[in-house]
Each structure stands twice: as structure tokens, then as C-alpha cells.
């Protein structure tokens, strides 16, 4: 057997897992010898939305779904809650790139919105979700530029946007820190680590679920072993849905890049710094600049900050960059909300981003019995749960025009080799912080 070198470990700050309502269940772990018709490993959105479209394509069939932590816990719950409906290709100048590409990404964008509302209202599940749409800021003078060639963008796309002029951003957020705003009304917010726990609470009767369970060791044939601390799991199938852990199981070794990004998140407003901050009581911002700060004001009335960047090549979180960040963090809050000066962070934490460097995922077959869903670069939410949903209908035979898209992808191009990876990568992170500015 292969031994599996790095496994996830995350730190222990993060809001939206802590303030995730108890779950329903408790979680289990794997034991003992256990034998599968499919093993889906990795309990985010795209290995949730895997394993559910399975159990409804094979009901006959039994399905494990292995997660290395709890679910919520690890990346699928650490990022700012945005279902965002449109196209976001930040390697094109007006964030849309081709124009038939772009229609395609926004119809998988919109279906999986469509999913996650559906099960949400079927398994009521609290995870805050609401239609409050996004606002896009800029405040130097790149970031407008950006928010002017988005707006041209989005309107050859025919999708509704409103740019928003300086002196009316108070009334939406608060802040005067923005010079110009770019309003789409499409883009649902969540809780992210909320409505993953909800979306694996509620999980088909042939799905069985295993938290706290790393996988250790691999072996690859005709059946695929799988090896925790405690038990040998033995399956026909297995999906890969755990990102740049991907590359741990022996696949795309060389082609996924773990970038970790990291938040804060303040105490609970009190009525009175409610009135003082003003703007409408929800909303989410984010930057112009793709290494500029996202903002969230939250439906119990905290706000969340997120900022900075690393390169994790183990996508293990390295916890003495959070002290850091946080300084970081309190600058960026005191810029936009000088009126808050009491206001502190009760959470600061990390979370990982699979990206690859021409902005491609990986949808299809890794290997003999072997399939993936990988790489979702910052979209996870959305494109992780059409793309699972998309993998279990073609693994039964189906096809459409949105799995066509997905199979058609060229796939992450691969890296260069080390040192001159992690030399490179941290280069541009450094520099982008940087020109970022006051985006920061």
C-alpha cells in the first residue's frame, strides 16, 4: 500500500464551525473491515453533492462518504459564505473571458444555487441563507477600473448589475471607505459550515457517513483499498472530492496549488453599534482586486474580514501565521469602521483554496476506477456542488450539455518543479498583497 504523507488539519478558530447550530447526529468513525460499492472521500460541497446524487442514481448500492475531519470543520466551512451566481474569472480582464464559456459557467453557477435551495427549504436547514446579493468594491484607482470593465462585461452577458456611486455606500454597508460599488442582485449568502453540516445531516439511507477519519493508505486494482487508524475499507469505485489532498492519493501531483486565505470575525454588535455602523443589516463585499479584502456583515450581526494569503504545499494551516494575519485584520477593520473602536475579533482562522494556474478544474476519470472532482479555484461552494451532482449523473450514464462543458476542460496545467513552485507562488502573493493597496 501507498502511504497517504499529508492529511488535513486546520486550526481551531473558525466562527462559522463554532457557531454552527448542533448537529443531529453524532459523528462516526471508520472500524473494522468494510467493503463498498463506491467510496467517496472528502465531506465538502462537492463529495456531499457526490454522494447524494450516487445514492439517488444507484439506490441498490452502498455508498461511503470519508471525511479527515468533521464536516464543517475543514474547508467547505472556512470560507466567506458566497453562492455566487456569475461567471468570475479572474484571469480575465473584465472577469468574464469567452463570452460562450462565460453563459456556461453561469449556468452551472445558477443550477447549483438551485440544488442548495431546494434542499435547504426540503431539510429546513439553518444555515442563514439568504438572496441579498453581492457588492463588488473598489477604492484605488486599478480596482475601479476593474468595477467599469466587470459592469461591460456582465452587460454583453445580459446579467443585471448597478454600479453605485461613492456617496450612497453608506446607505448599503455602513462605511464611507469605498469610492465606488459594483451591485449584483444574484449571489445567494450562507453559512457555509452551517449548511454543510445540514446538507450531511440529511444524507441519503445508502449513504453512510465517517468523520474524524483520515485515510492513511492506498492501494489501487481492481478493488481500491483504503486504510484509516482503524479500519481497511475495501470499494469497487472511488471519487476523489478533497482538492489538492487529491495529489496525496497519487494524481495530478504536479497540477493543484493550496492556497490559504484567512478571516476574522468581531463579537456580536450591540444595538448601539448597530446604529452607529447604519447600512442595511446583511450584505457581502468583495474586492475589485483579487488580493484585496472581503467583508461580510452576518444575520446575528457580526462582521468578518478576510485577507492575506499563503502557500501551503503540505494544504496542511500553519497556526503561527494567525497572529499575523489578525494584525492585518485590525487594520483593515479600523480603516472601514473607524465608528467601532471597541469592536473586537472573538475568531481568527485559515482555510484552504485549491486553485490552479490557468484557472481549470478537473471533472472525470483520474485512473482505472478512479474519478474526480477537483479544483475549484475560490468557487467551491457552487462549482463543487453542481460538479459532484454533474459526476454521479455521468458515472450513470448520463449526458448533457453542462457535463459535456465539464469533461471538455483541459484540466490544471501542471507546475514547475521545486524550488522554483513555492519561489514563485510566494512571489506573486507578496507582490499582489502589495499593489493591492488600500483594497488590503
Request: hydrophobic content about 35%.
Amino acid at each position: 500500500m501507498s502511504k497517504i504523507v499529508s492529511i488535513p488539519s486546520d486550526d481551531n478558530g473558525c466562527a462559522w464551525f463554532h457557531l454552527s447550530p448542533p448537529r443531529k447526529v453524532l459523528p462516526k468513525q471508520l472500524r473494522g473491515n468494510i467493503q463498498a460499492d463506491w467510496v467517496v472521500v472528502g465531506a465538502g460541497f462537492t463529495g456531499l453533492s457526490t454522494a447524494r446524487q450516487l445514492a439517488l442514481n444507484f439506490p441498490e448500492q452502498s455508498i461511503i462518504l470519508v471525511e479527515a475531519q468533521e464536516v464543517g470543520f475543514g474547508s467547505s466551512g472556512r470560507n466567506s459564505g458566497f453562492l455566487i451566481d456569475l461567471p468570475h474569472d479572474i484571469g480575465a480582464s473584465d472577469y468574464i473571458g469567452d463570452i460562450t464559456t462565460a453563459g456556461m459557467q453561469l449556468k452551472l453557477n445558477q443550477e447549483a444555487q438551485n440544488i442548495i435551495k431546494r434542499l435547504v427549504a426540503e431539510y429546513k436547514i439553518d444555515c442563514q441563507l439568504e438572496a441579498a446579493g453581492k457588492y463588488q468594491a473598489a477604492v484605488e484607482s486599478r480596482g475601479l477600473m476593474i468595477l467599469e470593465s466587470y459592469k461591460r462585461g456582465l452587460d454583453k452577458l445580459g446579467q443585471d448589475s448597478e454600479i453605485i456611486q461613492e456617496k450612497d455606500l453608506p446607505k448599503h454597508f455602513g462605511t464611507s471607505f469605498y469610492k465606488k460599488a459594483l451591485y449584483t442582485p444574484g449571489t445567494l449568502l450562507v453559512q457555509p459550515a452551517a449548511l454543510v453540516q445540514g446538507l450531511a445531516t440529511n444524507l441519503p439511507s445508502n449513504v453512510t457517513l465517517f468523520e474524524n477519519t483520515p485515510i492513511t493508505e492506498i492501494e489501487y486494482g481492481k478493488k481500491i483499498t483504503l486504510k484509516s487508524h482503524s479500519a481497511i475499507l475495501s470499494a469497487d469505485k472511488l471519487i476523489l472530492t478533497n482538492n489538492a489532498f487529491a495529489s496525496k492519493f497519487g494524481f495530478l501531483k504536479s497540477n493543484l496549488l493550496p492556497i490559504f486565505t484567512y478571516a476574522s470575525m468581531t463579537r456580536t454588535l450591540d444595538k448601539n453599534e448597530q446604529e452607529l455602523l447604519g447600512g442595511k443589516k446583511t450584505w457581502g463585499i468583495i474586492p475589485a482586486d483579487p488580493f484585496g479584502t472581503t467583508l461580510r456583515r452576518t444575520n446575528d450581526q457580526r462582521l468578518l474580514i478576510r485577507n492575506s494569503f499563503s502557500f501551503n504545499p503540505s494544504g496542511v494551516s500553519t497556526s503561527s501565521y494567525l497572529q499575523k494575519v489578525k494584525k492585518r485584520h485590525n487594520n483593515s477593520f479600523k480603516n472601514r469602521f473607524p465608528m467601532l473602536p471597541n469592536v473586537e475579533f472573538e475568531f481568527t482562522w485559515g482555510g484552504a483554496m485549491n486553485l490552479s494556474r490557468n484557472h481549470e478544474s478537473f471533472f472525470g476519470k483520474l485512473g482505472p476506477n478512479v474519478y474526480g472532482a477537483l479544483c475549484w479555484n475560490g468557487l467551491g461552494t457552487t462549482k463543487g456542488t453542481i460538479a459532484g451532482t454533474l459526476l454521479a449523473n455521468w458515472l450513470a450514464g448520463e449526458r448533457s450539455e453542462l457535463i459535456d462543458f465539464l469533461l471538455a476542460s483541459p484540466g490544471p496545467n501542471p507546475n514547475p518543479p521545486e524550488p522554483f513552485l513555492s519561489l514563485g507562488v510566494n512571489l506573486n502573493l507578496m507582490l499582489g498583497q502589495y499593489r493591492s493597496g488600500q483594497e488590503c
